[in-house]
């Protein structure tokens, strides 16, 4: 909460409950895409099995949306949600939220997800900077590197590792703000070079990012330690973090 | 598992239409052939890929399985470029996914190649006591706009094998026909290493994708 700054974007706003008692009153159609995505957003997870669970996440996202409409509900906020729940109280966990999609990721979640469209530029274009042969190979195949991309940026990677890494993951970018995503999508390219390379098709190109993320599922240690600092879990992750350092220098 | 697989041609697909259509359970339901009620959301798009045999060729379907939600539009639109086929889904247990298709139809002809083969796929038809469009309301909507029509269940797994078969025979007529240009890969086809090379004694579905296909 203090790294993101939330803390300080909610400063004393206790609207939260008041917001969600107006809105049990209102309907709205978002209402009926969130209900959708609820039970569809983290599935697998024993919190929400549970109508508690559930619960929360729905008041969470239904708050969000009635707090800000030009945003509503845009899917990949709910698997943000449902992460941050795991972790943080309810009220905690919307105002984390807010500042995601107003602080954070501005226009990330809007309704032409444009925020987000235009990092995907940006990245790319790093890409072809920073690792020329993979941009050039992609562009060989005629795979729009946003494919693989946007759902990493969405998502802050929460649905493509493992809960182990993913808080972390989340960690990071909360202290070092959205480059993070940047940062670690050039280390995850990069890591996976290689195999890349030889992909002669898009098909393969996602079968080897899908293969790449399913290896941190082996390896994850089963520690929830996520209080602390630095101390790499796997060397995976050494990599990438040395990797993202030689990117910051680009 | 690696391409050590043969066949004659390599088709690609794309799945639309609105959001919790079950547009991802069809795409299970066709690649692994079971059903996963609680299935993880897509966002973005997503990948399947599996062989069918048709006129005793082997083909291998590339599907493209795309989010629903409005704002994703922008994103799945380049996904268009480059199918060769289409499904169309709507559910028919909600109105409103039914009503919509003729945006996701203008999205499919704007964006599209003009000789995509679109199926429409009226989902859910196991569902029977919440049906909300008629079968006949599909069919006819499905003839006035010049597409295939089925019903399907992505649950009990009816008609989901046809419907990607059927769209596949007819994508490999257009191919025999040379409408499809085999060359140009806007057209959403490849030839595979086996092409040319005859009839294959692989039986329908042998063979599940999932996995790498570049070693």
């Not at chain 1, 309907?27 to 983290?42: A, T």
């Not at chain 1, 807010?98 to 995907?120: H, I, M, N, R």
């Not at chain 1, 690792?131 to 946007?150: M, S």
């Not at chain 2, 919509?100 to 679109?118: G, K, M, S, V, Y």
Request: aromatic residues 10%; negative net charge.
């Amino acid at each position: 909460m203090a790294l993101s700054g939330a803390t300080y974007f909610r400063s004393g706003d206790d609207s939260y409950r008041p917001n969600l008692k107006t809105w049990a009153e209102r309907m709205s159609p978002v209402i009926g895409e969130i209900e959708k995505d609820v039970v569809r957003s983290m599935p697998g997870h024993p919190a929400y099995k549970s109508a508690i669970g559930l619960g929360a996440l729905r008041r969470v996202l239904y708050s969000y949306a009635w707090r800000n409409p030009s945003i509503g509900y845009a899917q990949s906020m709910n698997i943000i949600a449902s992460v941050l729940l795991l972790h943080l109280k309810e009220e905690d966990a919307f105002w984390l939220l807010a500042t995601v999609c107003e602080q954070l990721l501005p226009d990330y979640y809007s309704k032409t997800l444009l925020g987000v469209q235009v990092d995907q530029r940006v990245f790319a274009h790093l890409v072809s900077i920073s690792l020329p042969l993979v941009a050039a190979h992609f562009q060989d195949i005629d795979l729009d590197q946003a494919t693989i991309t946007i759902p990493w940026f969405l998502c802050l990677y929460q649905s493509a590792f493992p809960a182990s890494v993913s808080t972390r993951v989340l960690d990071c970018f909360f202290y070092e703000g959205p480059r993070f995503l940047f940062m670690l999508g050039l280390a995850i390219l990069k890591s996976c070079q290689g195999q890349l390379l030889k992909c002669t098709n898009d098909e393969g190109i996602v079968w080897t990012m899908q293969a790449f993320f399913k290896r941190f599922q082996e390896v994850s240690p089963t520690s929830e330690d996520d209080g602390g600092g630095n101390n790499n879990n796997n060397g995976n992750d050494n990599d990438a973090t040395a990797c993202a350092d030689e990117d910051k220098a680009e | 598992m690696s391409t050590s697989f043969n066949y004659d041609y390599i088709i690609k697909y794309i799945i639309i239409g609105d959001t919790g259509v079950g547009k991802s359970c069809l795409l299970l339901q066709f690649t692994d052939k079971r059903f996963q009620p609680a299935h993880d959301l897509t966002i973005g798009v997503e990948f399947g890929a599996r062989f069918v045999t048709v006129d005793g060729k082997q083909i291998k379907l590339q599907i493209w399985d795309t989010a629903g939600q409005e704002s994703f539009r922008s994103i799945t639109r380049s996904y268009y470029r480059g199918a060769a086929g289409a499904l169309l889904v709507y559910d028919i247990t909600r109105r409103d996914t039914f009503n919509h298709l003729t945006t996701w139809l203008e999205d499919a002809r704007q964006h599209a190649n003009a000789n995509t083969t679109i199926m429409l796929i009226g989902n859910k038809n196991d569902l029977e006591n919440k049906r909300a469009v008629t079968e006949a309301e599909g069919k006819e909507f499905a003839e006035r706009h010049g597409l295939y029509f089925m019903e399907t269940s992505a649950k009990t797994s009816e008609n989901v094998e046809q419907a990607f078969v059927k769209t596949a025979s007819d994508i490999y007529n257009k191919i025999q026909s040379g409408v499809f240009d085999v060359h140009n890969e806007a057209h959403g086809i490849k030839i595979g290493p086996m092409h040319s090379g005859g009839g294959s004694s692989l039986p329908i579905g042998a063979a599940n994708g999932g996995g790498a296909c570049c070693q």
